[in-house]
């Protein structure tokens, strides 16, 4: 699957964004798609998953309560609603495709990605 992300923008500590995810494929409204994201000199991190049939979704700790995933498998696209951001939300956000039962990305290769900055 191909993927490009969008909506990552300067936003204020406190505030709300969503991201987008155009994915393409036909198959996507059956995959375990999510959300990772990372710091420049960090390694990259699962923030969220959502299955593809019911739903159901899973979080970071660090987001949880904080930010939702969704998703449309008509336009094949994926969301990431986040609100009350801080500051270490900061980072380039990236979907994937999830391998099942896990964290981890299912494929080696990544969308350009969006920009989040979140300032104080």
């Known amino acids: 699957v191909q993927v490009m992300e969008s909506g990552g923008r300067l936003a204020q500590a406190g505030g709300s964004l969503r991201l987008s995810c155009a994915a393409s494929?036909?198959?996507?409204?059956?995959?375990?798609m999510g959300w990772f994201r990372q710091v420049p000199g960090n390694e990259r991190e699962f923030v969220a998953a959502?299955?593809?049939?019911?739903?159901?979704?899973a979080y970071a700790d660090s987001v949880k309560g904080r930010f939702t995933i969704s998703r449309d498998n008509a336009k094949n696209t994926l969301f990431l609603q986040m609100d009350s951001l801080k500051p270490e939300d900061t980072a380039i956000y990236y979907c994937?495709?999830?391998?099942?039962?896990?964290?981890?990305?299912?494929?080696?290769?990544w969308g350009p990605g969006t920009q989040v900055i979140v300032s104080a």
């Open positions: 494929g036909s198959a996507f409204h059956t995959y375990y």
């Open positions: 959502v299955t593809w049939e019911r739903g159901f979704a």
């Open positions: 994937n495709r999830v391998r099942a039962g896990t964290r981890t990305s299912f494929y080696d290769s």
